[in-house]
């Protein structure tokens, strides 16, 4: 067809959504190619779209294309949206790119296919740790974003460490500094995310506290058979 739109939403720096318009219409062609012109309209809460109402008309430009359907406009498009007439300080400003955006025949009509970057307000919802020990969070907006990074401790001397009791140990005379860095680099390992350690404790106090609470249940028992 010689013409083609498409709504999409963009949101602003609280996360509130703005409805826009984006329409094409071929303005001109011949053998070197063809020039189309764009339309940007913005939806604000009381009108419906229209380029003719409410001077919601953002921006309009031309996209010019070659006779192997590749845009020649590399520039990405700025375009200025006013809010203080929705209670917001400032404007909202949104650039459009149609550098990836090509020209092709199609029987069921020329189509617009947009991608996007913003995303509205979410909350964290779940979170991961990667093997290099990056925290990622899942938010409810579908984002994923790193949040930060647990960090290893290496020793040249492993040996030279001095044992604290219960699986701890500190820097001894020869164990050398602690060498603190991402996981997978250096001499440090990787960690295990959803995984549960065989033991972290020491095993012989463990072993003596059993033994004590052993004695003290059958001295009880004794009581009660007594008793009874």
Wanted: charged letters at 15%; glycine letters at 10%; a negative charge.
């Amino acid at each position: 067809g010689d013409s083609s739109q498409r709504n999409f939403t963009i949101y602003d720096s609280l996360g509130a959504p703005h409805q826009i318009r984006t329409s094409m219409a071929l303005e001109s062609q011949d053998s070197n190619g063809s020039v189309w012109r764009y339309y940007v309209e913005g939806e604000d809460t009381t009108e419906a779209f229209s380029a003719n109402e409410g001077n919601r008309a953002l921006s309009t430009g031309t996209v010019t294309f070659d006779v192997n359907g590749q845009t020649t406009l590399t520039e990405p498009i700025e375009v200025k949206m006013n809010l203080q007439a929705q209670g917001k300080f400032s404007n909202l400003s949104f650039t459009l790119d149609f550098s990836k955006m090509t020209q092709f025949s199609s029987s069921e009509g020329s189509e617009i296919i947009v991608q996007q970057d913003g995303l509205a307000e979410g909350v964290l919802e779940r979170y991961s740790i990667g093997a290099d020990g990056v925290l990622t969070g899942v938010f409810s907006n579908g984002l994923t974003e790193s949040l930060a990074q647990i960090a290893l401790a290496s020793f040249g001397n492993n040996n030279g460490l001095v044992s604290q009791g219960g699986n701890l140990f500190s820097r001894g005379p020869s164990s050398g500094a602690a060498e603190v860095g991402a996981a997978l680099s250096g001499k440090r390992g990787s960690l295990l995310s959803k995984n549960l350690e065989s033991s972290n404790v020491e095993l012989t106090t463990e072993f003596t506290n059993l033994i004590a609470t052993q004695r003290a249940y059958q001295a009880n028992a004794r009581t009660i058979t007594t008793s009874d």
